[in-house]
């Protein structure tokens, strides 16, 4: 048996940077109480969705990683001893952005970080306009108590992320996320479509790796934005195990067992038949 229990940090979000990283603490210490191992935050968490416009403003909310937010929650994290995985707008130089997240281990220890791969440009949703593409590749942290892998949001669309993170060893997926409805959408049907179709595609990675995902999301109305937080946990078959609510801040600590991998990979063995010699087609945009 490896049992582990995760921490969810389901929460809406203000102007004020200082009061989000409050909030986010507050909800790190009340999921160690409750008995979390590893505490996830949502997507971008110490400020306000600034992605739904194109705002040179916003380049001041970006930090360096390590930095300041790493340094406050790595003592947090070693208080604690739990692991924290932190969301954050990463500027590397002038003019060179990313959004990416870090990974601080139950000692405090700054394990390293992910850059998000894959980079959305939509109405609401910008972040071509601050964003360059990860270059670190995919990446798993080995933290005492599971080897995690990290994909963010928009990454969460693309079954080759998910597949390559679990093949590089990831017992669990984790994917902070800021995704919501449209408030200029009347069809309610719409609104459902898209939120089904987003747990359902991480889901299918669970299914399809033999892995538990972790998927937190935000919530409130920021701008023409209603986030839809719907945060979930889904084990190797694709089951909640845990599944928030579309409009409360929720923190909810869910134990997984790590050893049912084996099983779920055994009774459904995808990683043995994978036909490695036939995909290089994968490799090319569109196949014409």
Not at 79 to 86: M, R, T, Y
Not at 121 to 129: A, I, M, R, T
Not at 148 to 155: P, S, Y
Not at 246 to 265: F, G, M, P, S
Request: glycine fraction near 6%.
């Amino acid at each position: 048996m490896k049992k582990v229990n995760i921490g969810l940090v389901q929460m809406s979000c203000s102007v004020d940077v200082a009061s989000n990283m409050q909030k986010a603490i507050a909800g790190i210490r009340e999921a160690a109480a409750k008995g979390a191992q590893i505490v996830c935050l949502q997507e971008l968490f110490t400020s306000l969705y600034f992605c739904d416009v194109e705002d040179h403003e916003n380049f001041k909310l970006a930090e360096a990683i390590p930095g300041p937010s790493t340094d406050t929650l790595s003592a947090v994290a070693k208080e604690l001893g739990v692991v924290i995985i932190a969301s954050l707008f990463e500027k590397r130089a002038a003019g060179l952005y990313h959004n990416t997240t870090a990974v601080l281990d139950a000692d405090g220890t700054y394990l390293g970080k992910y850059r998000k791969m894959h980079i959305p440009d939509d109405p609401g949703y910008y972040e071509k306009f601050y964003f360059t593409p990860g270059d670190l590749g995919y990446k798993v942290f080995d933290t005492k108590f599971a080897k995690i892998g990290i994909l963010i949001c928009w990454d969460q669309w693309y079954p080759e992320a998910s597949r390559i993170t679990a093949l590089m060893g990831a017992e669990v997926l984790f994917y902070p996320t800021a995704i919501g409805w449209d408030t200029n959408e009347t069809d309610p049907n719409t609104n459902r479509e898209q939120y089904n179709a987003w747990q359902t595609i991480q889901r299918s990675h669970a299914v399809a790796n033999g892995v538990h995902v972790v998927s937190v999301n935000r919530v409130g109305r920021e701008a023409d934005q209603q986030f839809w937080g719907g945060s979930f946990v889904a084990n190797p078959f694709g089951s909640l195990l845990y599944l928030g609510s579309h409009e409360n801040e929720e923190v909810h600590v869910q134990e997984i067992d790590l050893a049912k991998t084996e099983y779920y990979r055994s009774t459904w063995p995808y990683l043995r038949d994978r036909r490695i010699d036939s995909y290089d087609p994968i490799l090319k945009r569109y196949i014409d």
